[in-house]
């Protein structure tokens, strides 16, 4: 053990004789490991906004969407289906139920005139099945449908339209047709990118229905239910078996997962997103230890007197070995820890990650791998880049001194 500090304490001794060239070999390490933990942390915040964006679409993992159809073309009666539907959750006992129909549009007077616009009608639990997010105000409350001025939110394009009237303002949209009246806007919805410029309305479900006499032909609303994910397989056919039974001739109902969990290969493209980005981190880090193995033996051929010298003096090969060796080990865990440490500190402000993935919600913490793996990594290009000038450090004799 005496023997293991003595060589620690020559690497360091060897550490501040030789600064800049320390300097030099602890840059090119703490930018390789700063950027192989920056590549881990961003595939773990890149497959949380991929999650999030695929949430959006299909809902959480596990999102269930039931459908009625009609397989001879006969009318659904589409109260009489919600009432079924009620009963038969109610059973499940599920904490996330909404009725969604999409495809409707509304008569809205606007300055320039009257536009149909795309409207969508679900219950307030869409939001949370569907990670929908605002730009301002709040989501649909079910004691909305009570309200004489029924509360809609409007996509940010619309908002733009009616010139971004402040919601403390209160501001009204009013729907001609048989759903007239006049709408209080409650939230706004931001763009979900450059491309987007939809104007669109979100409306209670039940806000909607009590000011229609039905749905427009060939519109039926879609059930959606997020459920756990490990019991959804099991939920799904026994869902099925009970909506399906007393249903009349010609109807029938269709039970899916539309979540991204449940679609064909989406574990293996989260995988392969992973294996990319390690390998990238891994080519990173090899140029980095190539880079120190390199000035790591060049500066043995300049120090062949000095080792000869502690060889006249009664060092081991032992104590020559790991003394090397460990100069390579404390300089790499030194560059790998400050590398690491710049990496948590700009990621972890409030700036960077929001703005690399705009529209993220739930931005995950640091991921505690990504620094484990840098430092193991800086750890272990040390022990490769220090072995090779400590075999060569082995091979030189006293005489060696002499000569140089």
């Known amino acids: 053990m005496s023997g293991f500090f003595g060589a620690l304490a020559d690497a360091w001794a060897e550490i501040r004789v030789h600064k800049l060239r320390v300097l030099l070999s602890l840059i090119g390490i703490a930018v390789s490991v700063a950027a192989l933990t920056a590549v881990i942390a961003f595939s773990e915040y890149q497959k949380q906004y991929q999650t999030e964006q695929s949430d959006r679409w299909g809902g959480r993992a596990a999102t269930i969407a039931v459908a009625p159809y009609s397989d001879s073309g006969a009318s659904i009666d589409v109260d009489d289906f919600s009432e079924r539907f009620e009963r038969v959750s109610e059973r499940f006992g599920f904490s996330h139920v909404s009725r969604t129909v999409q495809g409707l549009t509304l008569p809205v007077q606007l300055s320039e ?3 149909d616009l795309p409207t969508r009608a679900f219950d307030p639990a869409f939001a949370a099945i569907h990670r929908e997010k605002l730009l301002e105000g709040r989501w649909l409350r079910a004691d909305d449908a009570l309200a004489l001025a029924p509360a809609i939110v409007i996509s940010e394009p619309l908002w733009d339209r009616i010139g971004r009237v402040p919601l403390t303002q209160h501001p009204v949209l009013t729907v001609l047709g048989d759903a007239g009246g006049s709408y209080q806007v409650v939230g706004v919805t931001p763009r979900q990118g450059p491309w987007d410029e939809e104007p669109r309305i979100d409306v209670l479900y039940d806000a909607y229905t009590a000011r229609i006499d039905g749905f427009p032909e060939g519109i039926v609303p879609v059930y959606e239910v997020w459920v756990d994910k490990q019991a959804a397989t099991e939920i799904g056919p026994v869902l099925a078996m009970d909506l399906r039974a007393g249903l009349p001739d010609g109807v029938d109902v269709s039970v899916n997962r539309t979540d991204w969990a449940a679609q064909p290969g989406a574990e293996d493209s989260m995988a392969t997103f992973e294996l990319v980005t390690g390998g990238i981190a891994g080519v990173i880090l090899a140029l980095g230890a190539l880079s120190l193995i390199n000035i790591q033996l060049v500066a043995m051929r300049q120090r062949v007197r000095e080792i000869g010298v502690r060889r006249a003096f009664g060092a081991s090969s032992g ?9 390579s080990l404390v300089a790499t865990t030194i560059a790998g820890v400050i590398g690491i440490a710049i990496v948590v500190a700009v990621l972890r ?5 929001p703005t690399m993935f705009s529209g993220i919600q739930d931005v995950p913490p640091f991921p505690m791998r990504a620094a484990v793996i840098g430092l193991i990594a800086s750890v272990a290009v040390g022990a490769i880049a220090g072995f090779i000038p400590a075999l ?10 002499i000569r140089f």
């Open 319 to 327: 104590r020559v070995f790991f003394s090397v060796l460990l100069e």
């Open 113 to 115: 005139g009257v536009m």
């Open 392 to 401: 060569v450090a082995l091979r030189v004799k006293v005489i060696d001194a």
């Open 349 to 353: 402000s409030d700036l960077v990650v």
